[in-house]
């Protein structure tokens, strides 16, 4: 379990053959932050990792858990394409169809050593956001 804040930022559960996390914020933008940390913790020792890189991000989707995944999609097509662990995510605009958003991380070829898990991608299973009496919460499952 990772808290930020006195708030749990995410936890793992169990899954047969994947890695199932369930994420929590206390708001929207919240959640897709934690969601981002949760995947990019999996992958990565993050502890005392600087973030030098930052990159923005746009991206449209028709509602709040389809965006969640091209969210999270996007962010491993830039690890695996750009070579980057993201550490650090801010949301600056969410609304039901867009994302406006930054990543800041650092290059993998000086950390290598700090690679844990392949993650292959955000799956749509079980996918549900859901509001809770502290703010929302969300179980994804990533492909492994």
Known sequence: MVKSNHMERYEQFPHTADIGVRVYGKDMKELFENAAFAMFDIIADLQGIDAPITKNFTLDAPDH????????????????????????????????????????????????????????????????IEKTDSGYKVEIVFDI
């Open 65 to 128: 858990e389809q965006l969640l995944v091209v969210w999270l999609d996007e962010l491993l097509y830039n690890f695996y394409t750009k070579s980057i662990i993201f550490s650090r995510f801010e949301v600056k605009e969410l609304t039901d169809g867009c994302i406006k958003a930054t990543a800041s991380g650092r290059p993998v070829g000086e950390n290598r050593n700090r690679l844990k898990t392949e993650i292959k991608a955000a799956t749509y299973h079980g996918l549900k």
